[in-house]
Every structure is written in C-alpha cells, then in structure tokens.
C-alpha cells in the first residue's frame, strides 16, 4: 500500500456543532494520522482560489458563502491511501446518499453544508495542501 498525504477540511458546519473532536477521532481509528493542522476563518479571496475548479457551476457562490461563513479547521492527513480512505470515511457528497456510519451521514445535513471536505485524488491533495501549507509545516511522524 502506499502511503500518501491529502488534505482534509472541517466545514463550518462541523465546526459549529463541535464535532472536530469526533472526526478526528474516525480519522485516527482508520490509521489516519494529522500531520500539520489550523484553524482558519477563510476569506472570501481564498475560498474562491481553493475551489477554484467549480468556478462556472451554477452553486459556486452558494459554496464560496458557506465556506467563509465560519471558521473551519484544515488538516493534512497521512497514511496508507490516505486519499481514498479519507473519501470512503467522508461518505458521497449529498449526505442523503451518503452510506451509514460515515462523517456526512452523521454530521451533515445538505449537500451544501456537507461538513467535510476531502482532496479527491493524489495530484489535488498535493495541490491543495500546498494552498494552505508550506513544505516546513508538515511533520514528520516519529513512529
Ligand atoms: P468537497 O470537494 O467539498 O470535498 O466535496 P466533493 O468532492 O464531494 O464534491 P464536489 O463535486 O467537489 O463539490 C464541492 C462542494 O460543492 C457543493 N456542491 N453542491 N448543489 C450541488 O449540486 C452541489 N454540488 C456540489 C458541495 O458542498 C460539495 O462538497
Ligand atoms: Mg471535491
């Protein structure tokens, strides 16, 4: 297996309820460990920048408000296939659809407040952490 690194992001959603302790805890249980963490109240400029991609669809705005409506806590997240694993741990999208036991079909309530966001391959978690980290603030685990 390989171990790779992806960048999670606890939506404000999850922060208000007071659930970071809780997702954290599913990431530990699957061998997830964080690496680099902050808290952030995102500004308008950079929740545009960070989903970039969706720029043209038609709830662009509707996310770029939620995401800067409240502060959200951001990780990097090691281990093996960290980027699937963390998926697989986040549920689908619309929480409706999401499978039972995962983070958005406990914690989330719409699919736009959907308290969690997972890089979805190796390439976007690479860009992705580097949006919100530098190379010295990523730990490297002792055992
Ligand atoms: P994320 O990027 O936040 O981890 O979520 P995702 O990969 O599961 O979904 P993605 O397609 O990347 O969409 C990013 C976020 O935009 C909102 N969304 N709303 N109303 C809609 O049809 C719709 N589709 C997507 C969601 O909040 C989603 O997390
Ligand atoms: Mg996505």
Same mark, same amino acid.
């Given at each position: 297996?390989?171990?790779?690194?992806?960048?999670?992001?606890?939506?404000?959603?999850?922060?208000?309820?007071?659930?970071?302790?809780?997702?954290?805890?599913?990431?530990?249980?699957?061998?997830?460990?964080?690496?680099?963490?902050?808290?952030? +109240?995102?500004?308008?400029?950079?929740?545009?920048?960070?989903?970039?991609? +969706?720029?043209?669809?038609?709830?662009?705005?509707?996310?770029?408000?939620?995401?800067?409506?409240?502060?959200?806590?951001?990780?990097?997240?090691?281990?093996?296939?960290?980027?699937?694993?963390?998926?697989?741990?986040?549920?689908?999208?619309?929480?409706?659809?999401?499978?039972?036991?995962?983070?958005?079909?406990?914690?989330?309530?719409?699919?736009?407040?959907?308290?969690? +966001?997972?890089?979805?391959?190796?390439?976007?978690?690479?860009?992705?952490?580097?949006?919100?980290?530098?190379?010295?603030?990523?730990?490297?685990?002792?055992?």
């Amino acid at each position: 297996m390989a171990i790779e690194r992806t960048l999670s992001i606890i939506k404000p959603d999850a922060v208000a309820k007071n659930v970071v302790g809780e997702i954290y805890s599913r990431f530990e249980k699957a061998g997830l460990s964080v690496i680099a963490a902050r808290m952030v +109240h995102l500004s308008q400029q950079q929740a545009e920048g960070f989903y970039a991609e +969706h720029k043209e669809r038609p709830f662009f705005g509707d996310l770029v408000s939620f995401m800067t409506s409240g502060p959200v806590m951001i990780q990097v997240l090691e281990g093996d296939n960290a980027v699937i694993k963390n998926r697989d741990l986040m549920g689908a999208t619309n929480p409706k659809e999401a499978a039972a036991g995962t983070i958005r079909a406990d914690f989330a309530q719409s699919i736009d407040e959907n308290a969690v +966001h997972g890089s979805d391959a190796v390439e976007s978690a690479a860009r992705e952490i580097a949006y919100f980290f530098t190379d010295d603030q990523l730990c490297k685990r002792t055992r």
